[in-house]
C-alpha cells in the first residue's frame, strides 16, 4: 500500500505538488480568459461544468449524493455562495486589473483571513503573535496594491488587489461558516452542489451586470484553451486530486498547497505570458507567507512532521 492515512508518502508528495501546479497554473490562464470573455460568465461556465463532473464523481464513490436536510442544504448555499460564487467572481473580476501572479499572492491571504474570522464566529482565541501575522499579511497585500499617496483616483492595481482580496475575505468567511452549519453530506457532493450553486450565483450576476458573452469564433483559441483548462484541469481534475489528498494524507499536510500555488502562477506567468516579475511582488509574497506561517504554526509544524516522517520512512526503505 502506497498511502495511508498516517503517512505522507511519495505519491501523495507529488499529488500535493500537483494539485499546487494545477490549481497555480489557473490564475494566469484566468488572466488569458478574462481579456476576452466576461469575467463573471467566464467564472460560471467554469463551475458549471466542473461542479456537473464532481457531481458525476461523488455518485461514484460516495454512498450518498443529496443533502437530507435543511442544515446539509444551508452548508451547500454557504459555500456555493460565498467560497464558489463570491470569491470566484471577485477573482476573476479582480484579474482584469491585476496579473494572475499578483492575484495569487493576495488568495494565499485566505488561512490568516479564516483564522482571524474564526475568533467572533467560532470563538477561538488568538493571541499577539496571531495579530502580527494578520497585519504582517495584510502589509504585504498594501505592498502589492502600491496605492498612491496622495492620489486621488484609485489605480487599477489597487482596484484589482481590493477586488482580489475582498473575495479571499469572502472565501475565508465561507470556509469558517461551514464549520457551524456541516451536516454528514460527502465532501464531494458538498464541492459538487456548491459549484453548481456558485454558477447559477455567478450567471444571474453576469445577467446583471449586463455582461455580453462574445460569439464563439470571436474569441482566440489561447483564450480557448486557458477556459477549458481551468473547467477541465484545475476545476474538475484539481479538485478531485485534492479530494484524494484529503482522503490520503489529511487536511493539515494538504494545507501546504497554499504556498505552491503563488509561485507556480508566478513561474507560469513568467514562462508562458512573458510576464516580468516585480519586486514589490516578491517582497508581499515574502509578507504573506510569513503572516500565514505565524497565524498558522501550530498547523504548518505538523504538516512539515507528516513530510519529515515520510522522507525517513522513505530514506529507511
Known sequence: MWLTKDSFQLPAALVLVGVGLLWGAAFPAIDVVVDEIPPLGAAGIRYAVAGGIVLAYAAAVTDRLLPRDRREMFGVAVVGTFMFGGYQGALFMGTQYVSGAVAAVVVSMSPVVAAIVAV???????????????????AGVAVIAQPSAGSGVLS?????????????????IGSVAIQLVEGGLP???LQGWAMVVGAALLF?????????????TAVSPAA?????????G???????????????VGATETTLVAYLEPVFATLVSILFLGHGLAAGTVVGFLA???GFALVSREMVQRALSGTTTWVSRLSDA
Open 120 to 138: 467572533p464566529l467560532l470563538g477561538e482565541s488568538r493571541g499577539l503573535l496571531d495579530a502580527c501575522g494578520f497585519l504582517l499579511g495584510l
Open 288 to 290: 504573506v507567507a510569513t
Open 224 to 232: 480557448v484553451g486557458s477556459l477549458v483548462y481551468i473547467t477541465l
Open 156 to 172: 487599477t492595481t489597487v482596484i484589482g488587489v481590493g477586488l482580489v482580496f475582498g473575495g479571499t475575505a469572502l472565501f475565508a
Open 187 to 189: 465532501l464531494e457532493a
Open 234 to 248: 484545475a476545476g474538475a481534475a484539481g479538485y478531485l486530486l485534492y479530494f484524494g489528498l484529503v482522503r490520503r
Open 204 to 216: 444571474g450576476g453576469s445577467a446583471l451586470s449586463g455582461e455580453s458573452m462574445p460569439a464563439p
